[in-house]
Protein backbone atom coordinates (compact mmCIF):
# COMPACT_ATOMS: atom_id res chain seq x y z
CA UNK A 1 0.00 0.00 0.00
CA UNK A 2 1.71 3.03 1.09
CA UNK A 3 5.35 2.55 0.32
CA UNK A 4 8.22 5.06 0.81
CA UNK A 5 12.64 4.29 0.46
CA UNK A 6 14.53 5.57 2.80
CA UNK A 7 18.42 5.24 3.40
CA UNK A 8 17.52 2.45 5.85
CA UNK A 9 15.21 0.18 3.96
CA UNK A 10 12.17 0.50 2.83
CA UNK A 11 8.80 0.82 4.00
CA UNK A 12 5.34 -1.01 3.32
CA UNK A 13 2.30 -0.45 4.80
CA UNK A 14 -0.94 -3.17 4.79
CA UNK A 15 -4.24 -2.46 4.21
CA UNK A 16 -5.24 -4.68 6.94
CA UNK A 17 -3.02 -2.10 9.39
CA UNK A 18 -4.89 0.86 8.10
CA UNK A 19 -7.93 -1.20 8.74
CA UNK A 20 -7.25 -1.85 12.51
CA UNK A 21 -6.91 1.91 12.95
CA UNK A 22 -9.80 2.47 11.31
CA UNK A 23 -11.69 -0.19 14.08
CA UNK A 24 -10.43 1.66 16.71
CA UNK A 25 -11.11 4.95 15.59
CA UNK A 26 -14.57 3.78 14.83
CA UNK A 27 -15.03 2.23 18.19
CA UNK A 28 -14.25 5.46 19.86
CA UNK A 29 -16.94 7.40 18.08
CA UNK A 30 -19.87 8.71 19.93
CA UNK A 31 -22.97 6.44 19.37
CA UNK A 32 -21.43 3.39 17.76
CA UNK A 33 -21.92 0.43 19.76
CA UNK A 34 -20.33 -1.98 17.59
CA UNK A 35 -19.23 -2.75 13.70
CA UNK A 36 -21.07 -5.20 11.23
CA UNK A 37 -19.38 -7.49 8.76
CA UNK A 38 -20.40 -6.23 5.12
CA UNK A 39 -22.11 -9.96 4.49
CA UNK A 40 -22.29 -13.14 5.85
CA UNK A 41 -19.34 -15.07 4.44
CA UNK A 42 -17.02 -12.20 5.52
CA UNK A 43 -18.88 -12.35 9.04
CA UNK A 44 -18.26 -16.22 9.24
CA UNK A 45 -14.62 -15.62 8.12
CA UNK A 46 -13.59 -12.96 10.76
CA UNK A 47 -15.38 -14.40 13.22
CA UNK A 48 -12.91 -17.07 13.00
CA UNK A 49 -10.07 -15.89 12.85
CA UNK A 50 -10.79 -12.46 15.24
CA UNK A 51 -9.11 -10.19 12.53
CA UNK A 52 -9.45 -6.82 14.11
CA UNK A 53 -10.23 -5.02 10.88
CA UNK A 54 -13.95 -6.94 10.81
CA UNK A 55 -16.04 -4.66 9.30
CA UNK A 56 -13.60 -2.47 7.98
CA UNK A 57 -12.23 -2.85 4.48
CA UNK A 58 -9.77 -0.54 2.86
CA UNK A 59 -9.05 -0.21 -0.78
CA UNK A 60 -5.84 1.46 -2.30
CA UNK A 61 -5.10 2.03 -5.90
CA UNK A 62 -1.62 3.65 -5.89
CA UNK A 63 -2.58 7.01 -5.25
CA UNK A 64 -6.08 7.17 -3.64
CA UNK A 65 -6.95 5.09 -0.13
CA UNK A 66 -10.61 4.31 0.09
CA UNK A 67 -12.46 3.52 3.70
CA UNK A 68 -15.37 1.45 4.06
CA UNK A 69 -16.95 1.18 7.97
CA UNK A 70 -20.08 -0.95 8.57
CA UNK A 71 -21.42 0.19 11.69
CA UNK A 72 -24.05 -0.68 14.29
CA UNK A 73 -25.50 2.64 15.89
CA UNK A 74 -26.73 2.87 19.18
CA UNK A 75 -31.06 3.48 19.72
CA UNK A 76 -31.97 7.26 19.93
CA UNK A 77 -28.53 8.53 18.28
CA UNK A 78 -29.22 10.81 15.87
CA UNK A 79 -27.77 7.99 12.78
CA UNK A 80 -26.55 10.85 10.17
CA UNK A 81 -24.37 12.81 13.41
CA UNK A 82 -23.09 9.43 14.58
CA UNK A 83 -22.07 8.46 10.75
CA UNK A 84 -20.36 11.84 9.78
CA UNK A 85 -18.48 11.90 13.13
CA UNK A 86 -17.28 8.01 12.47
CA UNK A 87 -16.00 9.40 9.29
CA UNK A 88 -14.32 12.26 10.30
CA UNK A 89 -12.27 10.16 13.81
CA UNK A 90 -11.18 7.36 11.06
CA UNK A 91 -10.29 10.39 8.50
CA UNK A 92 -8.09 11.71 10.48
CA UNK A 93 -6.86 9.14 12.57
CA UNK A 94 -5.72 7.39 9.57
CA UNK A 95 -4.23 10.25 8.03
CA UNK A 96 -2.76 11.34 10.77
CA UNK A 97 -0.98 7.57 11.53
CA UNK A 98 -0.24 7.01 7.82
CA UNK A 99 1.09 11.10 6.38
CA UNK A 100 -1.18 9.99 3.75
CA UNK A 101 -4.49 11.43 2.24
CA UNK A 102 -7.76 9.53 2.77
CA UNK A 103 -9.87 9.98 -0.46
CA UNK A 104 -13.13 8.76 0.78
CA UNK A 105 -14.48 7.02 3.91
CA UNK A 106 -18.30 5.40 3.44
CA UNK A 107 -19.97 4.87 6.75
CA UNK A 108 -22.82 2.18 6.03
CA UNK A 109 -25.61 1.90 8.94
CA UNK A 110 -25.82 -2.16 9.26
CA UNK A 111 -28.10 -1.86 12.27
CA UNK A 112 -29.67 0.02 15.53
CA UNK A 113 -28.70 -1.71 18.99
CA UNK A 114 -31.47 -0.96 22.06
CA UNK A 115 -29.56 -0.76 25.26
CA UNK A 116 -30.70 -2.54 28.57
CA UNK A 117 -32.60 0.37 30.52
CA UNK A 118 -33.14 -1.69 33.50
Known amino acids: MGEETTSLGGIHISPNAVATIAYHA ?3 SYGV ?3 APKNL ?3 LVKTI ?3 PS ?3 SVRYNGEDIDIEIHIIVEYGTRINSVAESVANT ?3 HVEKALGLKVNTVNVHVAGLRVSDLD
Request: a neutral charge.
Open 54 to 56: RGV
Open 26 to 28: TLE
Open 41 to 43: ADG
Open 90 to 92: VRF
Open 49 to 51: TRE
Open 33 to 35: VGL
